[in-house]
Structures are given as structure tokens and as C-alpha cells.
């Protein structure tokens, strides 16, 4: 049985104070929990996930065969030195999940976990992002496509400079249009900013946004959430308006 966790805990509160209309507050233990558990290193992925993201030859690549241009954008990608992070890079981080997911991901920039795998969202703020996966009822890999504004890491984990995310948003571009998802979330500020040209997280964090027709929900970026477990409970809201578009409801807690 799956163990459960912050956002089971969310999901239940609000259940209940639905139902009662009484202001259910969590638990001493739950909000201690909730507001500054640790979150679990992401468990080392297996090698041939890691060779995958790295597009080593001879190592099938998950949904490839009916793919074939996702793949030739992740060798494009792999060589690219068209910014200053290329050269600096131990791994293009192209995408995780799936790219005939319905739901997609977009964060800012790979930190030193996904440079270190050459995938996204493998660090703490991965874990938490997997959680709150988790939590909308989707399965992260084959549910979801996740991507970043840049495919390179910036140097001590910096925000992508405006010349860098210029660079190398074409290559997102060209992801956004292959996934075709139903729904795109935006990770914080960053992907806001350089596909909206929008800035305001906080104001904008709730609010539907169209990039080219497809439904675009910002909340909080899993590191800020991180730093500011309060603000969980809003992007929550922001992923149950998410969920409402694929009708789903949060699992029920066993
Ligand atoms: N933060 C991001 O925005 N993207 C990642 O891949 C990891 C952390």
C-alpha cells in the first residue's frame, strides 16, 4: 500500500471541509510534516534511464519508434553550443516522461542533480514535483512530459540568462508542438517570463494563459514551494484546476 504523503493530507482536509463546511485544520504532527519535512533524495535512476537522457547509442529509447523527430531533436540538442551553457554542461537535459502526454511540465533550467543525469526535476524540488504528480492522480512517466526553458545547467544554479532562454527556445518550441499536450503547467517565473513575456508569478500563479491554443496553468516552482511551504496550498488549488480540465478528483486515502 502506497504510504501517504503531504498532499494525501491536503486532499483529505479539503474533503472534509467541503463536506462539513468546518475549518479542518491539519494535525500538529501533519503540518509539522507538511510544512518542513525533508524531502528524500530522488533514488538514483537506472543506468539505462541515464543513458537514455544522454542519448548514448544502442540504448532503445522508451517511446522512439513512433517518435523518430522527438529523438532527432535530442541529438540536435545534444550537440548544441549555441550559448555560453553549452560548453559548461555535463548533460543536455531534453525531457522526462512521455512526449505523447496530455499533461506537460515546464520548469526553468536543469541544477546540478539533472546536469549530473541528464534528467529534469531529479533533485529535491523533483521529488516534491513527483509528489505533487502524484497527488493530481498522473504517473509521471508515462502521464507526463516534463521540460525545462533551458537545456544546460546555469552555473550555480542562476536563473537562464534573457540571451540563453533566447537561444534555446526554439528547441522547447519544437517539444510544445510534438507533445501537443491538453494542458501545459508553468514551474514558477522563469518559463512565465520567456513564454509570455509575463512577469508576476504571484499575481499570475491561478490565472489560465493560451500558448497557441493549449491551456497554460502558472503556479509555484517546487523549489520556491520548498522555501515557502505555506504557498503549497495555492499551488494546489492551481493543480486542482488542472485535474478539473482532465476530470480527475484526488484519490481517495486508503
Ligand atoms: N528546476 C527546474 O526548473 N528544472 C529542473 O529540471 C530542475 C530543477
Redesign the pocket.
Known sequence: MRKPDIFDEIIQCLKTSEKTGADTSMSEATLHDFYSAPVRKAAPRPQAQVALAQNIQGVPPAYAPDLPEWESLRTECAACMKCRLGPTRTNM?FADGNPHAELMFI?????A??DATGV????R??ELLSRMIAAMTFDRKTETC?A?IVKCRPPGNRNPADDEAAACMPYLKRQIAMVNPKVIVL??A?PLLYLFNLKGIMRLRGRWLDYDGIPVMPTY???FLLRNPPAKKDAWADLQAVMAVFGRKPAPRR
Not at 520548469?107 to 541544477?111: Q, R, S, T, V
Not at 529534469?120 to 533533485?123: D, I
Request: hydrophobic residues 35%; without cysteine.
Open positions: 537535459v520548469g526553468e533550467g536543469p541544477g542533480d539533472e529534469p526535476f531529479v533533485g524540488a523533483g516534463i525545462n514551474l514558477g522563469v516552482h517546487p523549489a
